[in-house]
């Protein structure tokens, strides 16, 4: 495996279900980011860690739960989710904590809240 | 706080014509720009950033884009289009001081006909 692999690529989950979505990066990165994309809006950076460590948490519902237990691996933990959480959720990874590093994106799961 | 307009949603192009991509930011500093290109079924990929020095900026797959201080523009350009770049296009700014938080525009579409 190269680059950034999110699994899995697609989810349907309902109101009440626990999920989990998982990230890792081949890189070396020091850096990991969770972005929230919805159609016809921005996209939308809701955590960043950096050395296994959280950085920022852009006022994200407290039903979405960031885990980094190592500089590779990134998890996105999923509980009570309403169906405006449906979206395409993309993680990436930089070097460091910097805009000059590239962010290097995964494919994304493609999240559907029934 | 940074902001991105991409005015336009949806361009569709003929194969072997020119594009342009069009991109207005709103910093008050010296912004960091970017612009990214998301496949279908792909995450984003970087295509070029400008950071300093000479305002017209070579990136990956023939593309160029030219940052223009007075507009406040920053335009992806390419001479010839090949089916293969039909895609979503994201131009982003960060904010710089080590501030890895990248704003993104809305994205505009491309469509390449034969």
């Known amino acids: 495996e190269t680059g950034v692999t999110q699994t899995p690529r697609h989810l349907v989950m309902g109101m009440t279900n626990k999920k989990s979505l998982k990230c890792e990066q081949h890189?070396?990165?020091?850096?990991m980011y969770w972005y929230k994309q919805s159609a016809k809006k921005p996209l939308e950076l809701m955590f960043v860690?950096?050395?296994?460590?959280?950085?920022e948490n852009n006022s994200v519902p407290s039903r979405f739960s960031p885990e980094c237990p190592n500089s590779s691996h990134l998890f996105l933990h999923l509980h009570t989710l309403q169906p405006e959480d449906s979206a395409l959720y993309l993680c990436?990874?930089?070097?460091?904590?910097?805009?000059?590093?590239?962010?290097?994106f995964g494919p994304g799961t493609r999240l559907t809240v029934l | 706080a940074q902001s991105v307009t991409q005015p336009d949603i949806h361009i569709t192009v003929s194969e072997g014509a020119s594009l342009e991509l069009r991109c207005n930011y709103s910093?008050?500093?010296?912004?960091?720009l970017f612009w990214y290109v998301q496949s279908p079924g792909q995450g984003l990929q970087l295509l070029l950033k400008?950071?300093?020095?000479?305002?017209l900026v070579q990136g990956i797959k023939g593309f160029e884009a030219e940052f223009k201080r007075s507009q406040s523009s920053f335009n992806l350009r390419k001479p010839s289009v090949h089916w293969s770049d039909a895609a979503e296009y994201f131009c982003?700014?960060?904010?710089?001081?080590?501030?890895?938080?990248?704003?993104f525009g809305t994205g505009t579409r491309l469509t390449i006909i034969p």
């Open positions: 982003a700014v960060g904010a710089g001081f080590g501030n890895e938080k990248l704003t």
């Open positions: 860690y950096s050395l296994e460590e959280r950085v």
């Open positions: 890189l070396g990165h020091n850096a």
């Open positions: 910093y008050g500093a010296t912004p960091y």
């Open positions: 990436a990874s930089s070097q460091d904590r910097s805009e000059l590093d590239e962010q290097f």
């Open positions: 400008y950071f300093s020095g000479d305002t």
